[in-house]
């Protein structure tokens, strides 16, 4: 266990990360004592705000005794008036540390949030050159040349896919379908059982109607760009519900002039030739067909019902039908997978030649099982690292694809990224524009967490100092049914401060 005991707690989220970055086996606990019991290391972190503005680090180590020994000291000067500037001097103060007593650093350095090509985007479009944003990334972050190249790489191909979006007059739409065949082990996404709401599906997409209704009537005046239906799992509905989404969608939205259309076909086991059917004469433009793996026992292991042999007989029905915009996904560092299990998946995929391929490296979230359930899954070893990435880089550049998105998120093996790699003029274009906050993405079903993105100039940006906004609807499919008319009157109550709503 590592205590820590920091005297300003509005940065606890930022040291924690870190500390949990260069250990995340160990357990990291806030204290103003530590409790010597199991205790590794004694970090105190305090602000001298004395007119002197120093920052002192101290890390104690606990003796044979109990005691505890200074074992690292270091000071240093900030402007505690910007925040923000104390901030990063605070965390390449604890970085340098840290790297001295584990003797490793961090291909990010000391980032931690889960947005880094926005630091090099938003440089770029403010005309700053690009040695100037190697520069900023090397001394703000300390990050490594191989992440500052692949950020900017990302960042002006990001900048070229948004090129003429304007947040002002232009918004995209988010669908939840929040039901699964099976709940995998690594997964905190909003899903349920399908068997056990099959029911009520019925029910479930009289209320989606509902929100879409409102959409349709208050937003005719902007321009939609993207669709994308996710979840859960959205081909996990029946064929005939399947079919009656993608019809109120077509009623409802103005799905012809849309840039991108894609829907999640994410699991082979809830894919058959007439659901591909059905999504293919809806007129969608992009599947993902996901994988995660193509390892029959890993599959077991993580809760997923389906074989390999189904994701290639899913994905050759798709090409059949004429898809052309098919997505992969996959996952880095699944429980008991080693390097040569990933060799085998990727060699499949390389085969299979999909469109694009979102890599993913594990992330273990506190509500999965993996975290939940762990002592289920102590007997298998969770391995990532740089190298199964580059693998992964390696099998994308030979299906000629580059990269376009990046996001990274809490608790990932390797403290790594999750990337998008695509072949030109298949990159997910909903993907940059939800993670990098872009556009607004109005988000419909349980589950659904709107982002209203408004102009700097706007009159509510001016007014409340805030460039985005968020509006969510509860998670669990029978409260949302029950209460779609509060989750429609929150779209409302957004809509109308940020002045998007029709009077």
């Given amino acids: 266990?590592?205590?820590?005991?920091?005297?300003?707690?509005?940065?606890?989220?930022?040291?924690?990360?870190?500390?949990?970055?260069?250990?995340?086996?160990?357990?990291?606990?806030?204290?103003?004592?530590?409790?010597?019991?199991?205790?590794?290391?004694?970090?105190?972190?305090?602000?001298?705000?004395d007119y002197s503005d120093i920052i002192e680090l101290y890390l104690y180590k606990k003796d044979a005794d109990g005691k505890l020994l200074e074992t690292y000291h270091d000071t240093t000067n900030a402007c505690f008036a910007d925040r923000k500037d104390t901030k990063n001097i605070l965390k390449r103060l604890l970085y340098n540390c840290l790297v001295v007593?584990?003797?490793?650093?961090?291909?990010?350095?000391?980032?931690?949030?889960?947005?880094?090509?926005?630091?090099?985007?938003?440089?770029?479009?403010?005309?700053?050159?690009?040695d100037e944003v190697r520069r900023y990334m090397r001394s703000t972050y300390l990050a490594s040349e191989d992440k500052i190249d692949l950020?900017?790489?990302?960042?002006?191909?990001?900048?070229?896919?948004?090129?003429?979006?304007?947040?002002?007059?232009?918004?995209?739409?988010?669908?939840?379908?929040?039901?699964?065949?099976?709940?995998?082990?690594?997964?905190?996404?909003?899903?349920?059982?399908?068997?056990?709401?099959?029911?009520?599906?019925?029910?479930?997409?009289?209320?989606?109607?509902?929100?879409?209704?409102?959409?349709?009537?208050n937003l005719?005046?902007?321009?939609?760009?993207?669709?994308?239906?996710?979840?859960?799992?959205?081909?996990?509905?029946?064929?005939?519900?399947?079919?009656?989404?993608?019809?109120?969608?077509?009623?409802?939205?103005?799905?012809?002039?849309?840039?991108?259309?894609?829907?999640?076909?994410?699991?082979?086991?809830?894919?058959?030739?007439?659901?591909?059917?059905?999504?293919?004469?809806?007129?969608?433009?992009?599947?993902?067909?996901?994988?995660?793996?193509?390892?029959?026992?890993?599959?077991?292991?993580?809760?997923?019902?389906?074989?390999?042999?189904?994701?290639?007989?899913?994905?050759?029905s798709a090409r059949e039908l004429g898809f052309d915009n098919i997505n992969m996904d996959i996952i880095v560092g699944l429980p008991g997978e080693d390097i040569n299990d990933l060799e085998y998946t990727l060699s499949e995929i390389r085969d299979m030649k999909p469109d694009s391929l979102t890599v993913h490296s594990l992330a273990i979230k506190?509500?999965?099982?993996?975290?939940v359930e762990k002592e289920d899954f102590e007997d298998y070893i969770i391995n990532n690292s740089e190298k199964h990435m580059d693998l992964a880089m390696d099998v994308a550049k030979e299906l000629d694809m580059k990269p376009y998105y990046l996001y990274r998120?809490?608790?990932?093996?390797?403290?790594?990224e999750n990337i998008g790699f695509a072949t030109k003029g298949h990159e997910g274009l909903y993907n940059v524009l939800i993670m990098e906050e872009k556009q607004t993405i109005i988000?419909?079903?349980?589950?659904?967490?709107?982002?209203?993105?408004?102009?700097?100039?706007?009159?509510?940006?001016?007014?409340?100092?805030?460039?985005?906004t968020r509006s969510e609807n509860v998670k669990d499919p029978g409260l949302y049914i029950d209460r779609i008319d509060e989750m429609i009157n929150r779209k409302r109550q957004k809509l109308e401060e940020i002045g998007w709503l029709r009077d």
């Fill in 220 to 316: 005719t005046e902007k321009t939609l760009t993207t669709i994308y239906i996710g979840g859960g799992t959205p081909t996990s509905l029946e064929e005939q519900y399947l079919d009656r989404l993608l019809t109120m969608i077509e009623e409802y939205l103005p799905v012809c002039s849309l840039r991108e259309y894609t829907i999640e076909a994410g699991r082979p086991d809830s894919i058959t030739l007439e659901k591909l059917d059905i999504i293919r004469k809806h007129g969608i433009t992009r599947i993902s067909i996901n994988p995660q793996t193509m390892n029959t026992r890993t599959l077991k292991i993580i809760g997923r019902h389906h074989t390999p042999e189904d994701v290639r007989t899913s994905y050759e």
């Fill in 443 to 468: 988000a419909l079903g349980a589950g659904g967490d709107c982002k209203y993105v408004v102009p700097t100039d706007s009159d509510y940006t001016i007014r409340t100092g805030r460039t985005v």
């Fill in 366 to 371: 506190r509500s999965a099982r993996l975290n």
């Fill in 1 to 49: 266990m590592i205590a820590i005991k920091l005297s300003d707690t509005s940065f606890e989220y930022d040291i924690y990360s870190l500390v949990k970055a260069f250990y995340p086996r160990q357990d990291v606990v806030f204290a103003t004592e530590p409790n010597k019991d199991n205790l590794s290391y004694f970090i105190v972190i305090d602000l001298v705000s």
């Fill in 409 to 416: 998120q809490k608790n990932m093996a390797g403290n790594l």
């Fill in 151 to 217: 950020s900017i790489d990302i960042a002006e191909r990001e900048i070229e896919l948004m090129d003429g979006i304007n947040p002002k007059d232009s918004y995209s739409i988010y669908i939840g379908i929040p039901f699964c065949p099976t709940t995998c082990a690594y997964c905190s996404f909003t899903s349920y059982s399908y068997n056990i709401w099959k029911d009520k599906v019925d029910e479930y997409l009289n209320a989606l109607r509902r929100e879409l209704i409102f959409v349709a009537d």
């Fill in 101 to 130: 007593k584990t003797g490793q650093k961090l291909l990010w350095g000391t980032l931690n949030g889960i947005r880094p090509i926005k630091i090099p985007r938003v440089m770029l479009e403010d005309k700053k050159s690009i």
